[in-house]
C-alpha cells in the first residue's frame, strides 16, 4: 500500500511535467477548433454528473426543527414513563449560549445532580451528550434540566441499558417544554458532520438562522450576503445540515457551466472548455469548500462571474456586460471581502485596457476620440463599480436593522441604520487586520502554492476505519496550475492579453494574502485555483495548436482519477485507516 502511494505521487508529477514538456515540441499539423451543440451536451452531462458527487450524502433533512425556550433558572421535569437506569442521553441545542443542569429523581420531590450539558458557541446545532457527574448509570423516575441562561433546546433522548429509547409519560416547565421530546425520528445513533454543524458552520449556518428569526447575528466578521444566501436552503429545507448545506453546493454546481462558458469563449474549442471544467469539477476544494456552509462558495462564483462579465466586455464592447461586471462585485463585497481583492485585479484589466486602446489611438492619431471614450468609461465606471455597489453593501444589511427593530425601506435613511452599517465596518476590519490566533491546521501563502497544509474540518476514527473531511486541490491542478503559470508570465510579456488576463486575476487572488500576518488556511486560495484552471486552460489549447490535444485528455483523465481515489476524504466517507495512511497520505501534512 506504501509502495502504491509513491507511484501515484511520482506518476502525478511526472504527468504535469510531460504536460508542460509538450509546449517546447514541434508543432504538428495543428487540430481545427471545434464548437456546436455537442459542446452544451457535454457540459450538461458533466454538470448533472458532478451534482450527483456533490450532493451524494451531503446531511441530514431530519435535524429537529422544534425548540423549547428557556430563560435563566427555569427548568424542564420530564416524568419518564418507568422508573429505570439512564446509560445514554443525546441533546440538540439551538440558539443563545449557556449551560443546563441534569439532575434525576425517583419521587419527583428530590433530585440529585447528574452532570451539566454545555450550549458554547461551538456546540449549536449539534448532537451532544451531557458531561456526567458519576460515570455509573442512574436509576430514575424524573429527569429535570435547568438552564442558566435564555438558551434553546431541541430534542432531548434518554435511553436504558439496552439501548431503548425511555419513553416521557409528562412535562411540566416553559411552555414550548413539549418540543423537547416530539421529534423521536431525528435522533442518530451518534454525532457526525451528516447530522451536525462541524467547522466554521457554527458560525455561518447559525448566522443564517438568526438572520432569518430576526435576531441580531452572532458572527459579523464577514458582510451580511452571504448568510442571506444560505438562509434561502433553510427556508427551503428547515434548519437542517441539508438544508444549511445545499446553497453552497448548489452554487458550487452552477460553477462548473460558468468556467466552460468563459473558457469556451477564450479559447473557442469546445474540447478545451469540457477539458478545463472536469479540472473544475474534479478538483478537491472545490468539492470539499462548496459542501460545508460557510460564505467561500458564494465569493468563488461571484468572482468567476464578474471576470466572465469583464472578459465579454473586453471581446464584445458591450457596456451591459461592464455594468453586470460591476454588479456582481458589488454582490460579491457584500458577500465576503476577499471579493474585493478580486476587485482590485479587475481594476488593473480595466487600466491596461484602456492603456492599449490609448497606445493605439496614438498611433492611429485619434487621440482626441480616445480622451472622449475613456472619459465616458471613467463615469460608466463610477455609476457601476462604485455607486451601484455601494448601495447593493449598504442594503445588504437590513437584516441587523431589522433586528435592531428598524422596518421597512425607510430605515436606510436613518442614523441607526448608517450607525449599525458603519460600527460593523470598524469591527471587521480590526477583526481581521489583529486576528491574533493559533491553529493546528494553519498554514501560510506559500505552502498552498504546493498544497502542503490542507485544513482539516472534520475527523472521526472507527474500529480499524477513518471518516474525515480535508480541504487541499487536487495536486494535479495545484502543481500542474503553478508550472503553467510562468507559460502565461511569459505569452502576457508578448503581448497575449488573455494570458495577461489570467494572469492579473490570479495574482489578485494571491498576492494580498502574502502581505497579511493574521491566522490564514488553505481555503483562502479557493478562488485562486478558478484562475489555475484558466491558466491550464491556455495550456490545453496550446497543446491543440500543436497538435497533442491527446495530453490533455490524459491529464484530464489523470484529474477524474484522483479525484475518485480521494473522493471519500472529501466528503467524510468512512473508509479503511490503512488506505487512508498508506494510499492517500502523499505529503507528511496531509490531515488524515
Same mark, same amino acid.
Given at each position: 500500500?506504501?509502495?502504491?502511494?509513491? &507511484?501515484?505521487?511520482?506518476?502525478?508529477? %511526472? +504527468?504535469?511535467?510531460?504536460?508542460?514538456?509538450?509546449?517546447?515540441?514541434?508543432?504538428?499539423?495543428?487540430?481545427?477548433?471545434?464548437?456546436?451543440?455537442?459542446?452544451?451536451?457535454?457540459?450538461?452531462?458533466?454538470?448533472?454528473?458532478?451534482?450527483?458527487?456533490?450532493?451524494?450524502?451531503?446531511?441530514?433533512?431530519?435535524?429537529?426543527?422544534?425548540?423549547?425556550?428557556?430563560?435563566?433558572?427555569?427548568?424542564?421535569?420530564?416524568?419518564?414513563?418507568?422508573?429505570?437506569?439512564?446509560?445514554?442521553? !443525546?441533546?440538540?441545542?439551538?440558539?443563545?449560549?449557556?449551560?443546563?443542569?441534569?439532575?434525576?429523581?425517583?419521587?419527583?420531590?428530590?433530585?440529585?445532580?447528574?452532570?451539566?450539558?454545555?450550549?458554547?458557541?461551538?456546540?449549536? =446545532?449539534?448532537?451532544?451528550?451531557?458531561?456526567?457527574?458519576?460515570?455509573?448509570?442512574?436509576?430514575?423516575? /424524573?429527569?429535570?434540566?435547568?438552564?442558566?441562561?435564555?438558551?434553546?433546546?431541541?430534542?432531548?433522548?434518554?435511553?436504558?441499558?439496552?439501548?431503548?429509547? &425511555?419513553?416521557?409519560?409528562?412535562?411540566?416547565?416553559?411552555?414550548?417544554?413539549?418540543?423537547?421530546?416530539?421529534?423521536?425520528?431525528?435522533?442518530?445513533?451518534?454525532?457526525? /458532520?451528516?447530522?451536525? %454543524? /462541524?467547522?466554521?458552520?457554527?458560525?455561518?449556518?447559525?448566522?443564517?438562522?438568526?438572520?432569518?428569526?430576526?435576531?441580531?447575528?452572532?458572527?459579523?466578521?464577514?458582510?451580511?450576503?452571504?448568510?442571506?444566501? +444560505?438562509?434561502?436552503?433553510?427556508?427551503?429545507?428547515?434548519?437542517?445540515?441539508?438544508?444549511?448545506?445545499?446553497?453552497?453546493?448548489?452554487?458550487?454546481?452552477?460553477?462548473?457551466?460558468?468556467?466552460?462558458?468563459?473558457?469556451?469563449?477564450?479559447?473557442?474549442?469546445?474540447?478545451?472548455?469540457?477539458?478545463?471544467?472536469? +479540472?473544475?469539477?474534479?478538483? =478537491?476544494? @472545490?468539492?470539499?469548500?462548496?459542501?460545508?456552509?460557510?460564505?467561500?462558495?458564494?465569493?468563488?462564483?461571484?468572482?468567476?462571474?464578474? /471576470?466572465?462579465?469583464?472578459?465579454?466586455?473586453?471581446?464584445?464592447? $458591450?457596456?451591459?456586460?461592464?455594468?453586470?461586471?460591476?454588479?456582481?462585485?458589488?454582490?460579491?463585497?457584500?458577500?465576503?471581502?476577499?471579493?474585493?481583492?478580486?476587485?482590485?485585479?479587475?481594476?488593473?484589466? !480595466?487600466?491596461?485596457?484602456?492603456?492599449?486602446?490609448?497606445?493605439?489611438?496614438?498611433?492611429?492619431?485619434?487621440?482626441?476620440?480616445?480622451?472622449?471614450?475613456?472619459?465616458?468609461?471613467?463615469?460608466?465606471?463610477?455609476?457601476?463599480?462604485?455607486?451601484?455597489?455601494?448601495?447593493?453593501?449598504?442594503?445588504?444589511?437590513?437584516?441587523?436593522?431589522?433586528? $435592531?427593530?428598524? @422596518?421597512?425601506?425607510?430605515?436606510?435613511?436613518? $442614523?441607526?441604520?448608517?450607525?449599525?452599517?458603519?460600527?460593523?465596518?470598524? =469591527?471587521? *476590519?480590526?477583526?481581521?487586520?489583529?486576528?491574533?490566533?493559533?491553529?493546528?491546521?494553519?498554514?501560510?501563502?506559500?505552502? !498552498?502554492?504546493?498544497?502542503?497544509?490542507?485544513?482539516?474540518?472534520?475527523?472521526?476514527?472507527?474500529?480499524? %476505519?477513518?471518516?474525515? &473531511?480535508?480541504?487541499?486541490?487536487?495536486?494535479?491542478?495545484?502543481?500542474?496550475?503553478?508550472?503553467?503559470?510562468?507559460?502565461?508570465?511569459?505569452?502576457?510579456?508578448?503581448?497575449?492579453?488573455?494570458? +495577461? *488576463?489570467?494572469?492579473?486575476?490570479?495574482?489578485?487572488?494571491?498576492?494580498? !494574502?502574502?502581505?497579511?500576518?493574521?491566522?490564514?488556511?488553505?481555503?483562502?486560495?479557493?478562488?485562486?485555483?478558478? =484562475?489555475?484552471?484558466?491558466?491550464?486552460?491556455?495550456?490545453?489549447?496550446?497543446?491543440?495548436? $500543436?497538435?497533442?490535444?491527446?495530453?490533455?485528455?490524459?491529464?484530464?483523465?489523470?484529474?477524474?482519477?484522483?479525484?475518485?481515489? *480521494?473522493?471519500?476524504?472529501?466528503?467524510?466517507? %468512512?473508509?479503511?485507516?490503512?488506505?487512508?495512511?498508506?494510499?492517500?497520505?502523499?505529503?507528511?501534512?496531509?490531515?488524515?
Amino acid at each position: 500500500m506504501a509502495a502504491l502511494r509513491y &507511484i501515484l505521487l511520482a506518476a502525478a508529477i %511526472t +504527468l504535469t511535467l510531460v504536460l508542460l514538456a509538450h509546449l517546447v515540441l514541434p508543432a504538428r499539423a495543428p487540430i481545427p477548433r471545434r464548437t456546436g451543440r455537442r459542446g452544451r451536451l457535454c457540459i450538461a452531462a458533466l454538470t448533472a454528473v458532478y451534482a450527483v458527487a456533490a450532493f451524494f450524502s451531503l446531511g441530514s433533512a431530519r435535524d429537529p426543527q422544534r425548540f423549547c425556550s428557556f430563560e435563566a433558572g427555569e427548568s424542564a421535569v420530564l416524568a419518564l414513563e418507568r422508573e429505570t437506569a439512564i446509560a445514554a442521553v !443525546w441533546y440538540y441545542p439551538g440558539l443563545s449560549t449557556g449551560e443546563y443542569t441534569l439532575a434525576y429523581s425517583t419521587d419527583g420531590v428530590t433530585f440529585t445532580p447528574a452532570g451539566t450539558m454545555p450550549q458554547g458557541y461551538a456546540d449549536l =446545532f449539534k448532537w451532544l451528550q451531557p458531561q456526567p457527574v458519576d460515570a455509573a448509570p442512574a436509576t430514575a423516575a /424524573y429527569v429535570r434540566i435547568t438552564a442558566s441562561a435564555h438558551m434553546e433546546l431541541g430534542e432531548f433522548a434518554l435511553y436504558d441499558l439496552q439501548g431503548e429509547r &425511555i419513553g416521557v409519560r409528562d412535562i411540566a416547565g416553559p411552555a414550548s417544554a413539549d418540543a423537547l421530546c416530539d421529534e423521536a425520528d431525528t435522533v442518530p445513533a451518534s454525532s457526525t /458532520y451528516y447530522n451536525s %454543524t /462541524y467547522f466554521d458552520e457554527i458560525y455561518h449556518a447559525r448566522t443564517a438562522y438568526e438572520q432569518l428569526r430576526g435576531v441580531y447575528p452572532y458572527e459579523v466578521s464577514h458582510p451580511p450576503l452571504g448568510k442571506e444566501i +444560505l438562509s434561502l436552503g433553510i427556508v427551503l429545507f428547515g434548519m437542517t445540515p441539508f438544508g444549511w448545506r445545499c446553497m453552497g453546493t448548489l452554487f458550487g454546481v452552477a460553477m462548473l457551466p460558468l468556467m466552460w462558458d468563459l473558457l469556451r469563449r477564450m479559447f473557442r474549442d469546445d474540447r478545451v472548455a469540457l477539458c478545463g471544467a472536469a +479540472l473544475l469539477a474534479f478538483d =478537491f476544494m @472545490h468539492l470539499t469548500q462548496t459542501r460545508i456552509a460557510t460564505i467561500d462558495s458564494f465569493a468563488a462564483f461571484f468572482i468567476l462571474l464578474m /471576470y466572465l462579465f469583464l472578459y465579454r466586455y473586453f471581446t464584445e464592447g $458591450r457596456l451591459r456586460h461592464l455594468a453586470a461586471c460591476g454588479v456582481t462585485f458589488g454582490i460579491g463585497a457584500a458577500t465576503k471581502w476577499t471579493c474585493l481583492y478580486a476587485g482590485a485585479g479587475l481594476g488593473v484589466l !480595466w487600466a491596461l485596457h484602456w492603456i492599449f486602446a490609448g497606445v493605439r489611438a496614438h498611433r492611429a492619431g485619434d487621440g482626441r476620440r480616445y480622451a472622449r471614450r475613456l472619459l465616458g468609461n471613467i463615469g460608466f465606471c463610477l455609476v457601476f463599480f462604485v455607486l451601484v455597489p455601494g448601495m447593493i453593501y449598504y442594503a445588504s444589511y437590513y437584516p441587523y436593522g431589522a433586528a $435592531r427593530g428598524l @422596518h421597512g425601506a425607510g430605515m436606510y435613511f436613518t $442614523r441607526e441604520y448608517a450607525a449599525i452599517v458603519l460600527e460593523n465596518q470598524r =469591527f471587521m *476590519f480590526t477583526y481581521h487586520s489583529g486576528l491574533v490566533a493559533t491553529h493546528p491546521y494553519a498554514s501560510r501563502w506559500w505552502q !498552498w502554492l504546493l498544497d502542503l497544509r490542507p485544513i482539516l474540518y472534520y475527523l472521526s476514527y472507527g474500529d480499524g %476505519t477513518v471518516s474525515t &473531511i480535508g480541504a487541499f486541490v487536487n495536486p494535479l491542478l495545484c502543481w500542474g496550475g503553478l508550472l503553467a503559470l510562468p507559460v502565461l508570465a511569459y505569452r502576457a510579456a508578448k503581448r497575449d492579453r488573455t494570458a +495577461l *488576463f489570467i494572469l492579473v486575476g490570479y495574482l489578485a487572488q494571491v498576492l494580498p !494574502w502574502v502581505f497579511i500576518s493574521r491566522l490564514t488556511f488553505e481555503y483562502h486560495y479557493f478562488a485562486a485555483t478558478l =484562475f489555475l484552471v484558466l491558466a491550464l486552460g491556455y495550456v490545453f489549447d496550446r497543446l491543440r495548436q $500543436r497538435g497533442y490535444f491527446g495530453i490533455v485528455y490524459a491529464f484530464t483523465a489523470a484529474n477524474g482519477v484522483l479525484f475518485a481515489l *480521494f473522493y471519500p476524504v472529501l466528503t467524510g466517507v %468512512t473508509i479503511p485507516r490503512d488506505y487512508a495512511w498508506n494510499v492517500l497520505k502523499w505529503l507528511p501534512d496531509w490531515p488524515f
